[in-house]
């Protein structure tokens, strides 16, 4: 499917900002590896796939092991995820498929359980940078690849 709109060009000082609250909540000091399950499991649940290019080759830049990233749709069953990380992801679905339901008071204290009030915060703001560049890529059909060279992903062997 062809692009319909080159969104960035059209409210360049919005979109941005985004960009850079964005690399803010990746660059906040939460591990780096939690950082691309979540921004690529929220991807995958809004089926984004500009952004799941992206952000699998950028795990993979990083180090991340592509079994792991096969078995992300998965994780709950998977023993290739730390207690943390699944926290992160049902945090991340939680919010990413947003209703009171799941998000009881149950499934945040399991998640607390894990990571610091500013942890949290931190957590919280990068689920919802993703799912509002989600709403671009999917909403404007945003081209998976086209970026690669912008990123520095180009060279990313898969």
């Not at 939680?94 to 990571?115: G, N, W």
């Not at 709403?135 to 690849?145: D, K, L, S, W, Y």
Request: overall charge neutral; some cysteine; hydrophobic content about 40%.
């Amino acid at each position: 499917m062809a692009q319909r709109l080159n969104y960035s060009t059209h409210f360049p000082e919005a979109y941005n900002k985004l960009l850079e609250l964005d690399t803010l909540a990746g660059n906040s000091g939460l591990d780096n590896f939690l950082v691309h399950l979540v921004r690529l499991r929220a991807s995958q649940i809004n089926g984004c796939l500009f952004c799941i290019d992206i952000h699998t080759k950028q795990a993979i830049r990083d180090g991340e092991k592509p079994l792991r990233l096969h078995h992300l749709p998965g994780w709950q069953e998977s023993s290739l995820f730390s207690a943390k990380e699944k926290a992160a992801l049902l945090w991340t679905e939680a919010l990413t498929r947003l209703s009171p339901e799941r998000t009881k008071d149950e499934i945040y204290q399991s998640v607390k359980s894990h990571f610091s009030d500013t942890e949290l915060t931190k957590l919280t703001m990068l689920i919802a940078l993703i799912n509002a560049l989600n709403c671009f890529g999917v909403g404007f059909r945003a081209e998976p690849g086209s970026v690669d060279k912008v990123l520095g992903l180009d060279k990313v062997i898969l």
